[in-house]
């Protein structure tokens, strides 16, 4: 199959077409999952999957499948390709786009090139991926996967007080199939990186092995309000100074161990937050990441450590909420080896690596082999108009999950 | 002298009555400076005046007087006791009232007494010492003493839009005489501590040798927004990170230090400050005071080589600029013994200290021999309804404010 290749000028121009979809007044794309907009790239999409001659099913929780089924093949589990194309407001173009409109390219190639494969080929589009107006993000792929009580996402309530259920009725796009109506064989989803690594290293291609586990948390530092000309250092109980701590420490344990740990404080407030008052209470979220679930555990168990010696030295008292805890992903070697593969035949570099980001692979695993294919994200950036990669990236990352989805389909 | 005392139920009446006008709908006292509340208490201030038989004195800047003065003594330079009867939002009633009504408790129990001054004496109430909603603090004062140009000053406008000199129109305060209309022979503030230290200390009286200088920064760090799950530790510009080294590089150094230097950071804020994103920007706010100029200075310039340094070794940038910047004050000598003095023969406990925070005073010993009389704040609580002083306390420090008066009088 190393010789079939896709239509390099189809797919960029669907990446383009799409990305052109669902603009604001000010130019911003803004497909946010369920919307008016959302329609009109979904409505796009489906017109392709059906141009290509592809069979459209969508199921209840609004996933959008494209199935190219044989009467030779069609008793078989199919192939999955996939991601999603909802987006965060003021999105760039290419994350998760890419992943679905590339399944449909390879699709559509192997269709074209009278490829005969031994299963069908799916590509699907999860509903709500990012999860900007209804919580948990990956929700469609998670109901798909039975991961999540149908009936309860479609109840989710979005954060302008809508009903994702009535949402999807409103768009036309609450279907009939019960999610998981199909059991893929294989999923395998393209997607940008999203991180710097790849273009950092100058590999064209990510063979992604696993998923990194997430522990996020809130943690609220109560000490006590002075003054802060006529409190002298030593009488302070300064919870300002104790979040301080609390982000160096992590800084610090991260970047100094030798294992793959991230930590990140991204959001921060102290009370009263006035210059002259010693802050009573300063309140901060920390993301904890690993693609090892032990690594995990051993720096969530470190941060407990820290703060208990932290609340008695500096006399303040310390609250931590869970927010959200994943388990690491580790996804099917085999198919890892296959992109591996492919990229050896076509002649992009490659290199296995972990995703720091979640995706809708992370809730397939569950029930099927996944795995993760990562083109280079221009310095990294994603969540950005500034989101790029270049159309040579694209197509190399399209050509190989071409190249593994062929293999696949021959099982 | 020192057989004259005050009368302390009408001052302990008085400052409960004063601490009573003003409050808010939800029961807060709010006599921001030149509003309707403010005018509220200072109607009853100028009644009180006018009881005690002093003549009333306005300036143009809305600062009061009342006038104790007789044939005798009216070519000499007056004895000006005083502090501010304006307030923070929710504020506790002892804050500058108390300097304020016991200047008047003093001087009405000497003219009852008999007593014969060889200079007149003065009672003030100075404009919009806090600062909430015209800027700067201690306006009234540092107008007074010349610090400040009138115009400037009375063109303020206020947090809330309206301009500080039409206001003090609006509510009657604009005064006909020009500030600084009085040359003070001396200037004497008593004062809550605002600070834990007499409390702690079971002391009764702090004599205020001096007042902190006070530098206020503002600092920006940029580093680059980044996905928390994807960028490795190594490669991150963290704006958040940097600016926690930099709190605890000031906690570390003010607290190790021997010197008094009291740092603190009372304002942060993270952007893009989401949870998943690090930290693009850090904005927070620097409090530094030192009584001594030197080692403020010494301060200051750790911090700016702190700040080099880290802008190179964290890969960010850092501005910093300069809010407030004030000397530290040197108070009069002879007027802190005679506090000294006033203490010993009445019995209270007494020690010199440093103001840690801003006062009028201040503003005066710019144009005259000025110092302060402490008392202990419970808990070293002010700012808030918390703000207490026990009776006896303040009885105690009115008296020797009284006895320091007398003396000074006669000079």
Not at 56 to 83: C, H, Y
Not at 173 to 196: D, I, N, R, S, T
Not at 285 to 314: G, N, Q
Request: proline residues 4%; hydrophobic residues 45%.
């Amino acid at each position: 199959m190393s010789n079939l290749t896709i239509n390099a000028d189809r797919l960029l121009g669907r990446i383009q077409e799409l990305g052109g979809i669902g603009r604001d007044a000010q130019g911003r794309l803004v497909r946010v999952a369920a919307s008016d907009m959302d329609k009109l790239g979904r409505d796009r999409l489906v017109g392709w999957l059906e141009e290509a001659g592809l069979e459209v099913a969508i199921d209840r929780i609004g996933n959008i499948f494209g199935i190219w089924k044989t009467g030779a093949n069609e008793s078989q589990a199919p192939v999955m390709l996939g991601s999603h194309i909802d987006t965060v407001i003021d999105a760039g173009i290419y994350d998760g786009c890419y992943g679905v409109l590339a399944g449909l390219e390879a699709i559509e190639s192997l269709k074209e090139a009278g490829f005969a494969p031994a299963r069908p080929l799916v590509v699907a589009a999860f509903t709500n991926e990012e999860g900007v107006r209804f919580s948990p993000d990956m929700m469609g792929s998670l109901v798909f996967a039975g991961g999540r009580d149908l009936e309860e996402a479609l109840a989710s309530v979005g954060t302008d007080g809508t009903v994702l259920g009535k949402e999807l009725e409103r768009i036309g796009y609450a279907g009939e199939h019960e999610p998981g109506f199909l059991k893929p064989h294989a999923y395998v989803e393209l997607h940008v990186e999203q991180g710097p690594v790849l273009e950092r290293e100058g590999i064209a291609v990510g063979a992604v092995e696993n998923l990194q586990g997430i522990s996020w948390q809130r943690i609220t530092i109560d000490g006590e309000a002075n003054h802060a000309g006529t409190t002298p250092m030593s009488m302070r109980r300064d919870a300002g100074v104790a979040a301080a701590r609390v982000i160096g420490f992590l800084a610090d344990r991260a970047g100094a161990s030798s294992t793959r740990t991230v930590a990140t404080v991204g959001t921060i407030a102290f009370e009263p937050n006035a210059i002259n008052v010693i802050p009573s209470r300063a309140t901060f979220t920390i993301d904890l990441r690993d693609p090892d679930e032990m690594h995990l555990r051993e720096m969530e168990a470190a941060l407990v450590a820290f703060l208990d010696k932290l609340a008695a030295s500096a006399g303040v008292t310390v609250q931590a909420e869970s927010l959200a805890r994943f388990e690491p992903v580790t996804f099917d070697a085999r198919i890892v080896s296959l992109i591996e593969d492919g990229a050896r035949g076509a002649g992009p570099s490659c290199r296995r690596m972990t995703s720091g980001a979640g995706h809708d692979a992370q809730m397939i695993a569950r029930v099927a082999p996944s795995a993760m294919i990562f083109v280079p994200s221009r310095g990294g950036i994603s969540h950005s108009p500034a989101e790029f990669t270049a159309p040579d990236e694209l197509v190399a990352g399209a050509n190989i999950l071409l190249d593994v989805a062929a293999r696949l389909a021959a099982d």
